[in-house]
């Protein structure tokens, strides 16, 4: 069984920075791509950001320049740096992950920017 625990949402105003942490725990043989996804009221969820296992990344156009995804191997965890915010980035984020070839979903942190 695999488990994601995100972490680092809050409130923040707009201009400002957040870093969002997802640690991937359980029975993990191999974590493949990792990804970052949000969902805001009363719209589909979106790919924010995603990495593979080798570290190559792909962003959505909205954030592209503003939010870096990294992740660390040792620890099972993806993160994502969150810059110049902007309250249209306002949304619930979910982390996803691929293991072994199955996806899992954490259980989502709430991002606010006010203006």
């Known amino acids: 069984q695999v488990q994601l625990v995100e972490s680092g949402g809050g409130l923040v105003q707009a201009g400002g920075s957040l870093r969002l942490s997802c640690a991937v725990s359980g029975s993990i043989f191999r974590l493949n791509a990792m990804a970052w996804y949000r969902q805001a009221p009363g719209k589909q969820r979106e790919l924010v950001a995603a990495?593979?296992?080798?570290?190559?990344?792909n962003y959505a156009d909205s954030v592209k320049g503003r939010f870096t995804i990294s992740r660390d191997n040792a620890k099972n965890t993806v993160y994502l740096q969150m810059n110049s915010l902007k309250p249209e980035d306002t949304a619930v984020y979910y982390c996803?992950?691929?293991?072994?070839?199955?996806?899992?979903w954490g259980q989502g942190t709430q991002v606010t920017v006010s203006s």
């Open positions: 990495i593979t296992s080798g570290g190559s990344t």
């Open positions: 996803n992950v691929d293991a072994h070839g199955l996806g899992y």
